[in-house]
């Protein structure tokens, strides 16, 4: 069973503070994702890779970095935490049609 | 980029009717559409999905469907009972450019769906 595991459930941060957000998965998947959940909004794409030191830019981008170094991991990094970054970020990963969901990271900006 | 447009946004039904939302899809390229149901405070779960040379598909009480002329694609469910009550999201799925390996998926809005005993 994959398991696609995230660094924290519930996380605070102040203003301009950098953020990282790991993601780990343990079935060797090529492809990684990471999206925001906003209510009414759904799952927005921010960024995603489809291999060890390849990213390419999702839906909304702007104010995030990711990084992919190894193959198992990919984070996602917030330059300089604004409000309107508070949300739920979920990783995933996944191979062929198969696609599995981390549990999430509640961020809150403040 | 693709779009996915999801409506309704929230549906309401008594239990035992019937529940059905409908997603439309802006590239035609799309390839693989499948749908998630996330319970509160719990990650979203594959329910079911077809890809885009079907145009039916049924498990049990859900079924969906694609037409993909039109761009859209609907999820079915019937007999509908209060556990079924969740959000549920639609998505499309973008191959990986140079092939048909599955790629990103582009979500809706999300449906809030409540059944009632």
């Known amino acids: 069973d994959v398991k696609v595991t995230q660094s924290s459930r519930y996380l605070v941060k102040r203003t301009g503070e950098k953020v990282f957000l790991e993601c780990v998965q343990d079935?060797?998947?090529?492809?990684m994702f990471w999206y925001r959940q906003d209510p009414g909004l759904g799952l927005r794409l921010i960024y995603f890779?489809?291999?060890?030191?390849?990213?390419e830019k999702g839906d909304i981008p702007e104010g995030y970095s990711v990084s992919r170094e190894k193959k198992e991991r990919f984070s996602l990094i917030l330059e300089s935490a604004s409000t309107n970054q508070t949300s739920m970020y979920l990783c995933?990963?996944?191979?062929?049609?198969?696609?599995?969901f981390g549990p999430g990271t509640r961020l809150t900006v403040t | 980029g693709e779009n996915v447009e999801q409506h309704p946004s929230t549906l309401s039904v008594q239990e035992g009717d019937s529940a059905v939302i409908k997603c439309t899809y802006s590239?035609?390229?799309?390839?693989?559409f499948p749908w998630y149901k996330q319970e509160l405070g719990k990650r979203p779960q594959l329910i079911i999905d077809?890809?885009?040379?079907?145009g039916e598909k049924k498990d049990q009480r859900i079924a969906v469907t694609l037409n993909k002329t039109a761009k859209h694609f609907s999820l079915h469910i019937t007999e509908t009972q209060p556990e079924d009550s969740a959000v549920y999201f639609c998505?499309?799925?973008?191959?990986?450019?140079?092939?048909?390996?599955?790629?990103?998926?582009?979500f809706g809005q999300g449906t809030i769906l409540t059944v009632h005993p």
């Open positions: 995933a990963s996944s191979f062929a049609r198969e696609i599995n």
């Open positions: 079935m060797d998947h090529e492809n």
């Open positions: 890779s489809y291999d060890v030191k390849m990213k």
């Open positions: 590239d035609s390229a799309s390839n693989y």
């Open positions: 077809i890809r885009s040379n079907v």
């Open positions: 998505a499309a799925s973008t191959p990986r450019a140079g092939g048909t390996s599955y790629g990103k998926l582009t």
